[in-house]
């Protein structure tokens, strides 16, 4: 999971929501021609009939596949934050009452799949829905309206309770559910949908525990735009299993982590493509960091966390740990970069080294009263000692730490790494760290279309909970007034300016309080062939990130035209 500021590009983004571009958006003219494509996320094995959209362990949700049956109302492109979003359901988003109101109209003329009518009711029924089930948004953080209404066939007016214009991202994104399908179930949350009624693309085909088909779905409002009659998703028992069905083009479309992307891909065939020919070879869609629980021993305090950011070899991680993959941060801003580069503060630009300066670090440390002590860095007798946690099953996380404890003992502090063993350790390593169980953990960062949906993840108090309790965020249980301040300010912002001075002073609290250490760009995996299909997002042509994620699938399936 992975942008000084221009005023402007926020303003494009959440303050003037209209009809967006048409490049991106389904045309009317052509058929579905082309050959199957199949598409592999993650290894699932075996899969379960559960294609619930709102719950994070359904196979649709797993395999990234719910837009393409529940379309969201738009889909932004992380990649260029001032680009219109994509209109999917919606024609149109506009802002009103101080950015507490949002009208949206919906398109006319769809249906869903079992044939009734789609209509701005089932847009305020979703939110309705979610709003008084709050199991449905625990993995997708939409802001609650207050009032959900469909004023016409084509207009849904959402009400909220303070200003949502940072938040248009999370609630236009939001998948879309037939009304008079989902209003007689007993309990959303455990709903399993195994036959959905959709309104998008495709419909589910033929499902089992090895694997499902979607075929073109017949009703679909833009039906004639879209070029794949059909796409499969494969079951696979782990990620070992599926480097070679990917690089021989068994599979399509892939999102995986690959080592070594000139021999183990790109060179199997000319077919196979990614971002770039070039290392890193993916785009960014999140930061990578190195979090904190800052309520364990020294790690509570801030000076000493600077100090240990300043002292990792950030080149080591992406060119060893990563296989030249992700790239090293170059920013204490911990922004994604160099998409988000028209957020970052000048004084931040290119301020941490890439292979560290733990000249930096001693110096900030002896501030603090530390001194060395046989080696080690110490205060008052106590050593600054923690582990870095991590699943040894993410064999680049694995690596990552391993040298990141080396760099950091030879600095002087006293590490280790606490891997977790097992097919199972991603598992508990992910519980470990929503319960604050860790004492650092590398760990990926939130994706968004601009910093705030980075920082939000890393210092938003109120998405913690108490120690032994899954968090939303603030995995760390970060607690500082200023920094709570500034989010609520982004959140409530009525204006470009306003937006513009959170995201500036939540820069400068990153730099200063370290919650997370940025380490990486983490990449976006994304590996596809060019065999039977065209039209891939690149760095030539970023019309959406690359990924086979959720929402950006659809956006690409609908750009992918059939090789002659």
Not at 235 to 244: C, D, H, Q
Not at 404 to 432: C, H, K, R, Y
Request: charged content about 10%.
């Amino acid at each position: 999971m992975n942008r000084k500021i221009a005023g402007g590009v926020v303003a494009a983004a959440v303050l003037a929501l209209g009809a967006a571009a048409c490049s991106s958006s389904p045309s009317s003219s052509g058929t579905a021609t082309g050959k199957p494509l199949s598409i592999v996320t993650t290894a699932i094995s075996p899969m379960v009939d559960n294609f619930n959209p709102f719950d994070p362990t359904s196979v649709g949700y797993l395999t990234h596949s719910i837009n393409l049956y529940d379309e969201p109302l738009m889909v932004f492109n992380t990649q260029k934050a001032a680009q219109a979003p994509v209109p999917e359901l919606a024609t149109k988003a506009a802002w009103s009452n101080g950015g507490t109101t949002l009208t949206i109209t919906t398109r006319s003329g769809v249906t869903w799949s079992d044939g009734k009518p789609f209509s701005a009711s089932d847009v305020a029924y979703t939110f309705n829905l979610i709003k008084s089930n709050s199991a449905l948004n625990a993995n997708w953080t939409i802001p609650i309206p207050t009032s959900a209404k469909a004023t016409s066939a084509t207009t849904t007016v959402l009400t909220f309770s303070q200003p949502e214009l940072a938040s248009a991202y999370y609630i236009l994104q939001t998948p879309i559910v037939p009304e008079h399908v989902w209003k007689n179930v007993g309990n959303p949350a455990t709903y399993t949908d195994a036959n959905p009624v959709g309104d998008g693309p495709f419909v589910l085909d033929h499902f089992s525990s090895t694997g499902y088909t979607m075929k073109l779905n017949p009703d679909y409002y833009a039906k004639s735009s879209i070029k794949v009659p059909e796409i499969s998703f494969p079951a696979y028992a782990g990620n070992a299993n599926l480097l070679p069905p990917c690089s021989d083009g068994t599979i399509d479309w892939c999102g995986i982590t690959i080592d070594g992307v000139p021999q183990q891909y790109l060179a199997k065939s000319k077919d196979n493509q990614v971002w770039t020919t070039s290392a890193p070879y993916f785009s960014n869609n999140n930061v990578v960091g190195l979090f904190f629980n800052v309520t364990y021993g020294a790690l509570g305090d801030p000076a000493v966390r600077q100090a240990i950011s300043y002292s990792i070899n950030r080149q080591a991680l992406g060119t060893t740990g990563e296989s030249n993959d992700e790239p090293a941060a170059s920013s204490t801003a911990g922004m994604m970069l160099p998409a988000q580069q028209s957020y970052l503060p000048a004084s931040l630009a290119g301020n941490i080294p890439a292979t560290g300066d733990t000249t930096k670090a001693a110096t900030i440390l002896q501030a603090d009263g530390y001194t060395k002590v046989n080696g080690k860095w110490s205060k008052k007798g106590q050593e600054i000692t923690f582990n870095i946690q991590v699943p040894q099953q993410y064999t680049d996380y694995y690596s990552d730490a391993q040298l990141m404890v080396t760099q950091l003992n030879n600095a002087g502090f006293n590490t280790s790494v606490d891997a977790i063993p097992g097919t199972n350790g991603g598992a508990i390593w992910g519980e470990n760290v929503e319960k604050g169980d860790f004492e650092t953990a590398i760990h990926w960062g939130a994706q968004g279309l601009t910093p705030y949906f980075t920082y939000n993840n890393w210092m938003n108090y109120s998405l913690s909970a108490p120690f032994g309790t899954e968090a939303g965020g603030d995995y760390g249980r970060f607690n500082y007034t200023p920094a709570q301040q500034a989010l609520t300010a982004y959140q409530t912002a009525t204006s470009t300016g306003q937006l513009n001075a959170a995201i500036n002073t939540l820069a400068n609290i990153e730099t200063t309080q370290v919650p997370v250490a940025p380490l990486l760009y983490g990449a976006s995996w994304a590996e596809y062939s060019t065999r039977d299909y065209t039209g891939w997002p690149s760095a030539s042509n970023p019309y959406m990130d690359p990924g086979p994620n959720i929402p950006e699938v659809l956006v690409v399936v609908q750009n992918l035209k059939p090789v002659s």
